[in-house]
């Protein structure tokens, strides 16, 4: 029987550490400061939002949250970016995704300073992640890597396999398990016989969008499971892209949805705010 990975546990213990980070910053002069930037109603964002929310209130970080009408225009929401940009007291900009149709996400990214990126999705950050020079990680792979490390199984050397390939998880978790020593394959949606190469796996991560889409047939016997996928299933109940019921026998260890990768994302969120607010007391210091 495979060993549930609890993410929320592993999130309690990893965001005690920053509330200490948090408080050595702002005896400094410096309290991390994060601006979160909503366009339009989705409810799933709303949600996201009140949770971003809710942990910067706990690790006593300074918040703002920026709710604009879905008819905002791509240059009204350049203009907000571009004052956070130049507002010391922020040291995080987030742009809550998706955004409006009208509103080209790339143009909006790109304009968000590198330094304030704590989504790590501007070009230069990317770029510097791909060459393992880093600051910031995109959330969810970040928070994968600290769940795979709170189970102990070494990473070097063992053969990884990530179903997905997008820029937020699948190609960002990939060159991290890389840097980990991993030999990595990526998996998607034209892959041949993805069954065959998905059972390799020592280390199994899954962000394909597809409910209950990795059964038991996929899993090696004792291999290491991480559910991305947020789905519903015939019932409507929430569930993952793995069916967790008939994997977890499988399974060494495998984490659920929910109340596992997703507490890590927010988490994760609130370190790189934090190392932003590190990154401008290093800069302020040097001055």
């Known amino acids: 029987m495979g060993i549930r990975i609890d993410g929320k546990a592993v999130s309690a213990a990893f ?9 050595r910053l702002t005896e400094q002069g410096m309290q991390p400061g994060l601006a979160v930037v909503i366009v339009g109603d989705d409810q799933a964002s709303r949600v996201y939002v009140n949770n971003k929310k809710k942990a910067c209130q706990q690790l006593g970080i300074y918040s ?9 225009t791509e240059e009204e929401l350049l203009e907000l970016v571009n004052r956070l940009n130049n507002r010391s007291q922020i040291h995080g900009i987030l742009v809550q995704l998706p955004l409006p149709r009208h509103i080209r996400e790339k143009v909006v990214l790109e304009a968000i300073d590198p330094r304030k990126d704590v989504d790590a999705f501007h070009p230069q950050n990317v770029g510097r992640i791909m060459i393992g020079d880093y600051r910031f990680l995109p959330c969810t792979p970040a928070g994968i890597l600290e769940l795979i490390r709170s189970t102990g199984v070494p990473v070097e050397g063992k053969e990884c396999v990530v179903i997905g390939r997008s820029n937020i998880v699948g190609k960002p978790m990939a060159m991290l398990m890389l840097h980990q020593n991993a030999t990595v394959t990526i998996c998607h949606s034209r892959t041949k016989n993805l069954a065959e190469v998905a059972r390799r796996a020592d280390i199994l991560i899954v962000a394909i969008g597809k409910a209950k889409f990795v059964g038991a047939d996929m899993v090696k016997p004792g291999a290491l499971v991480i559910d991305v996928g947020m789905d519903r299933d015939e019932n409507g109940k929430l569930c993952g892209d793995v069916d967790y019921e008939a994997v977890e026998p499988v399974a060494g260890y495998i984490t659920p949805v929910p109340g596992g990768v997703g507490p890590m994302t927010i988490s994760m969120l609130m370190k790189n705010t934090v190392t932003a607010a590190e990154m401008a007391l290093e800069a302020a210091k040097g001055c």
């Open 15 to 23: 965001r005690e550490k920053l509330k200490e980070d948090v408080a």
């Open 64 to 72: 703002e949250e920026y709710a604009l009408p879905g008819e905002t």
